[in-house]
């Protein structure tokens, strides 16, 4: 009968314990692996947090020159573009629509490089 041996390497303190000499988890077992690599980024406090992108309302439109203005929590109004609108059509934004952008500095201040229209709430009643 073959005998198996398993063996996790984890870097604790910038200190490897234990090698892996049979490949299984590199080779065999995938998904174990990335589980147990993701454990010892926990443990190491080496997890990466992304911040959610800004976002905000729109507060004015003008569909005939495609361009509009979001205000952010903050008060402050960013410009966008039509082209910027992702996964939806400009001319089907209504004002106080809620959006999350990506803001760029612009020749004539800050704008929205890419816009996506959040789910819109419908009051009911």
């Given at each position: 009968?073959?005998?198996?041996?398993?063996?996790?390497?984890?870097?604790?303190?910038?200190r490897?314990?234990?090698?892996?000499?049979?490949?299984?988890?590199?080779?065999?077992?995938?998904?174990?692996?990335?589980?147990?690599?993701?454990?010892?980024?926990?443990?190491?406090?080496?997890?990466?947090?992304?911040?959610?992108?800004?976002?905000?309302?729109?507060?004015?439109?003008?569909?005939?020159?495609?361009?509009?203005f979001?205000?952010?929590?903050?008060?402050?109004?960013?410009?966008?573009?039509?082209?910027?609108?992702?996964?939806?059509?400009?001319?089907r934004?209504?004002?106080?629509?809620?959006?999350?952008?990506?803001?760029?500095?612009?020749?004539?201040?800050?704008?929205?490089?890419?816009?996506?229209?959040?789910?819109?709430?419908?009051?009911?009643?």
């Open positions: 009968m073959p005998t198996i041996v398993y063996s996790i390497q984890f870097t604790v303190n910038c490897r314990i234990k090698s892996d000499p049979s490949g299984f988890l590199a080779t065999r077992n995938r998904p174990a692996r990335r589980r147990l690599e993701d454990y010892a980024r926990q443990r190491n406090q080496r997890v990466k947090f992304h911040e959610s992108p800004p976002h905000g309302h729109i507060t004015r439109l003008d569909y005939g020159k495609g361009y509009g979001i205000e952010t929590p903050d008060g402050r109004e960013i410009y966008f573009h039509r082209n910027s609108v992702l996964e939806a059509n400009f001319d934004l209504e004002v106080g629509d809620p959006v999350r952008f990506h803001e760029e500095t612009g020749e004539e201040g800050p704008q929205a490089s890419t816009v996506h229209v959040e789910r819109k709430v419908r009051a009911t009643g």
